[in-house]
């Protein structure tokens, strides 16, 4: 779950955490448009979006954060130039 450190400042999300990933969420100029940041990967790399809601935002960002943490699924091969004989 996503959290905040400044619990008294609701409309202005920074310094929310969500993996161990920190990202900043803040309102638009335009009317129902907020913003989200994140510095993610090696090497770091900034993503950012924008939701039509604060709840929208945290999804897309933890969304984000998600694909970039999520595990790389690996093919198993056999070794190379080893034949089995019994």
């Known amino acids: 779950m996503a959290r905040w450190d400044n ?3 609701s409309d202005n999300l920074k310094g929310m955490e969500y993996r161990g990933v920190e ?3 803040v309102q638009g100029i335009e009317r129902g448009i907020w913003r989200w940041t994140v510095s993610l990967g090696e090497p770091k790399m900034i993503k950012l979006g924008e ?3 604060k709840s929208a ?3 897309a960002v933890e969304c984000a954060i998600d694909k970039v943490l ?3 699924k690996q093919r198993l091969m056999p070794p190379l130039g080893r034949n ?3």
């Open 23 to 25: 990202y900043t969420i």
């Open 7 to 9: 619990k008294h400042d």
């Open 51 to 53: 939701g039509d809601s």
């Open 84 to 86: 089995e004989s019994t």
């Open 70 to 72: 999520a595990p790389k």
């Open 57 to 59: 935002a945290v999804a």
